[in-house]
């Protein structure tokens, strides 16, 4: 028997990677407007909101690659995830 304490499971609301992508991308969304209609800032602003865009949706394309690994069971799928 060992010494050392269980550390309980997160809950799987606190572990769904979802959320955390739709709300970034909400965010940038909502910058790339503001910097598109207001124009503030310089072409820059506008360059790095669209690449936090990206981001959103590249990591949107990761997840669900892995989802679709994990419900093929696939060797290689990340383990943890949720799928529905």
Known sequence: MSDEPQIPQLPAKLRAPEPVIVVGMLVWAAATLVVW????GSDRALAVCLVGLGVGVLGTGVVLLQKAAVRRGSRGAQE???VR
């Open 37 to 40: 209609l207001t124009d503030l």
């Open 80 to 82: 943890g995830l949720d």
